[in-house]
């Protein structure tokens, strides 16, 4: 699978009870989940990501607040608010994302489908461009 897309996983429960949201590997998550990360306590101001992945395939969720994410594919950019639990984006290889508007109690959960590897990022934009190019 390449490329992004919005995903919409189901909610189980009632607004009386609450909710439960199950994400399983090879079932509604399209990889085998290596590594769960989350990023929290982002100041407002702050935009992280920057950066591309060779390989990995990932799954931002976000559990808690709101976040914005800006897409971009070489051609075209899209910006996706993440504000739900039961929704994430799946963001497969060579799409560059910025990661921005954390809400103050934002916490962003991302599943990867490799474990870090520092090698397998591409940090600059330009160097993306080139890489795109083949
Ligand atoms: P990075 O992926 O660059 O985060 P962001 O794009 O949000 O700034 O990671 C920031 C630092 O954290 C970097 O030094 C690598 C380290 N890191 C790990 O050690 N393991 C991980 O799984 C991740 C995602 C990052």
């Known amino acids: 699978m ?5 995903m919409k996983f189901k909610k ?5 009870r609450g909710f439960i949201t199950a994400l399983e590997q090879k079932k509604n998550i399209p990889f085998e989940i290596k590594r769960v990360y ?10 992280r990501g ?8 990932q799954i931002l969720i976000c559990t808690s ?4 994410i800006k897409i971009k594919d ?12 039961s929704k994430g984006l799946y963001i497969g290889p060579s799409i560059w994302r ?3 508007d954390y809400s103050e109690n934002c916490t962003l959960m991302v599943l990867a489908s ?4 520092e090698e397998d990022y591409i940090r600059n934009y330009n160097n993306y461009l080139r890489y795109l190019g083949g």
């Open 114 to 117: 490799e474990y870090y590897d």
């Open 74 to 85: 070489g051609c075209n950019q899209e910006i996706i608010e993440l504000n739900e639990p």
């Open 2 to 6: 390449k490329y992004f897309k919005k």
């Open 98 to 100: 910025e990661i921005y």
């Open 65 to 68: 607040g709101s976040v914005k």
């Open 38 to 47: 989350y990023i929290y306590n982002v100041p407002s101001d702050v935009t």
């Open 50 to 57: 920057h950066h591309a992945h060779k390989k990995l395939e």
């Open 12 to 16: 189980i429960g009632s607004k009386k």
